[in-house]
């Protein structure tokens, strides 16, 4: 039994983080993918809940046939031991799948493989531009699975990230 980590933040997840995480099944039997900065949602870089993007995670994966546990990780602000919090909180894994420079340099020093997977369509699939597209009424829908649309429709998400992007300056009556 073969297990591989993948960490994101997830806000939204879209159709790179998919295509990835179809890519990681062809190598190893079950893929945990740890759901990064669990305690934030309702701010601007990080509209959602946990509990909503493991929602997006399982509803996007129903069809897959990909074995996956999504586990919610709190942030915990000290690099140097951030890799015993994430394996003193994930199921055990044997490799992990990354291209974050700090997420590759922090697995690496503790003697963990890691993988370095290529990205897909950087400038559309990408958690930045789709929160943008959402503020601005552009086409983000095109760039989730399907079954992300309807969880973000069901929690009225696009105008909850338009209400949280606002201050107190923008108020007018
Ligand atoms: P944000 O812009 O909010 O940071 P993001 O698109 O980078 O969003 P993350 O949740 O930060 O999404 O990404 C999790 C992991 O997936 C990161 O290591 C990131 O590099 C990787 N990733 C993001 N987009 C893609 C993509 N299009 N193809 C492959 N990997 C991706
Ligand atoms: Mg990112």
Redesign the pocket.
């Known amino acids: 039994m073969r297990r591989a980590f993948?960490?994101?933040?997830?806000?939204p997840?879209?159709?790179?983080?998919y295509?990835?995480i179809k890519d990681i099944a062809q190598d190893v039997d079950e893929v945990v993918i740890g759901i990064?900065s669990a305690q934030k949602s309702h701010e601007p870089?990080n509209p959602f809940t946990a509990g909503e993007r493991v929602m997006m995670i399982r509803h996007a994966l129903e069809d897959a046939d990909i074995k996956h546990y999504a586990i919610p990780l709190e942030d915990l602000q000290r690099n140097a031991v951030w890799v015993s919090h994430i394996i003193s909180m994930a199921p055990p894994f044997d490799v992990v799948y990354?291209?974050?420079p700090l997420?590759v340099r922090l697995f690496k020093e503790s003697g963990t493989p890691v993988e370095q997977?290529?990205?897909?369509?950087?400038e559309?699939?990408?958690?930045?531009?789709?929160?943008e597209r959402m503020l601005n009424d552009g086409d983000w829908q095109s760039l989730v699975p399907e079954a992300v649309v309807d969880v973000i429709d069901e929690i009225d998400g696009v105008n909850r990230l338009k209400s949280v992007s606002k201050s107190d300056k923008d108020y007018k009556d």
């Open positions: 993948y960490i994101g933040r997830f806000q997840f879209h159709l790179g983080h295509s990835l990064g870089k990354s291209n974050n997420v997977p290529p990205m897909y369509q950087r559309g699939y990408s958690g930045t531009e789709i929160r």
